[in-house]
């Protein structure tokens, strides 16, 4: 019986793999943050149901809620990059940050806005950076934070 057990469990894992729904890395922050928004950047314009598609040049971004986005995320090909933003500030991006397990590898300020860069083993995707590589861009200013992975794409 418990051999039986483990095969389903098994099935449904590699069901819910292949379709795409398993978790995102930012998952995490549904607990510690209300109205997050998710954006993904993809190659191509698509239109997906739940989503709204905008056209920025070289691509599309697509953004849904953050309930909404592995279900979104299974409708998309080509995605470049993700990003989640809500409420807050520079306490809230750390926290952020804290909650996906990264760890600080950069700090500057430009135009206010505060840009942290991090590397967390939550996301596979990363960029070099003067010589270290970081998977996880934030961004806070003005009572919003927004996050990048590898870095944010869209705007701020």
């Given amino acids: 019986m418990t051999m039986k057990r483990f095969v389903l469990f098994l099935a449904t894992a590699m069901i819910f793999i292949s379709a795409g729904l398993g978790g995102n890395g930012f998952d995490a922050l549904a607990d510690e943050f ?47 990059g993700e990003s989640v933003a809500f409420a807050g500030g520079i306490s809230d991006a750390r926290r952020a940050l804290k909650v996906l397990c990264a760890k600080i590898m950069r700090e500057e300020t430009l135009d206010g806005i505060m840009i942290l860069y991090a590397y967390s083993d939550t996301f596979e995707r990363g960029v070099n950076l003067s010589g270290r590589k970081v998977n996880l861009q934030a961004a806070a200013g003005g009572g919003r934070v927004v996050l990048g992975t590898p870095l944010i794409l869209g705007s701020f």
């Fill in 34 to 80: 209300e109205g997050i928004t998710y954006s993904f950047y993809i190659g191509s314009s698509q239109t997906v149901s739940g989503a709204a598609t905008v056209d920025i040049g070289a691509g599309a971004e697509v953004t849904c809620e953050l309930s909404q986005a592995r279900v979104v995320r299974a409708h998309l090909k080509d995605i470049r």
